[in-house]
């Protein structure tokens, strides 16, 4: 119903900087969230960084003044711009979208949530 395909992983040194992109598709008629998240093998999924439909912004302090959450409400597409890249960033990055509205039912909107990407493969190292 919705999907989400994120793009923009790669490797990359020390120090340098990445761009990850996440388009959401499908009945959409308003996403409120939209956040990025990591996760390495063995270990939880932990939240970076989240942006609300008004443009509020909320950063783990592990990547505070170094990665930045943008959004393009009209294009439903959220970006996580990555700076100063240290080799613990490396892990598999995810575009999360919540609170989306995907229709309206007997004049109540219906929403949904807790959509995932597949996935995007960051690694950080020389």
């Known amino acids: 119903q919705v999907q989400l395909v994120e793009s923009g992983g790669g490797l990359v040194q020390p120090g340098g900087s990445l761009r990850l992109s996440c388009a959401a598709s499908?009945?959409?008629?308003?996403?409120?969230?939209m956040g990025w998240y990591r996760q390495a093998p063995g270990k939880q999924r932990e939240l970076l960084a989240t942006i609300t439909r008004g443009g509020s912004t909320n950063y783990v302090d592990s990547v505070k003044g170094r990665f930045t959450i943008s959004r393009d409400n009209a294009k439903n597409t959220v970006n996580l711009q990555m700076n100063s890249l240290k080799p613990e960033d490396t892990d598999v990055y995810y575009c999360?979208?919540?609170?989306?509205?995907?229709?309206?039912?007997?004049?109540?909107?219906?929403?949904?949530?807790?959509?995932w990407g597949q996935g995007t493969q960051v690694t950080v190292s020389s």
């Open positions: 499908g009945s959409i008629f308003s996403i409120y969230a």
């Open positions: 999360n979208a919540d609170s989306v509205k995907t229709g309206q039912y007997s004049g109540y909107d219906v929403y949904r949530f807790g959509f």
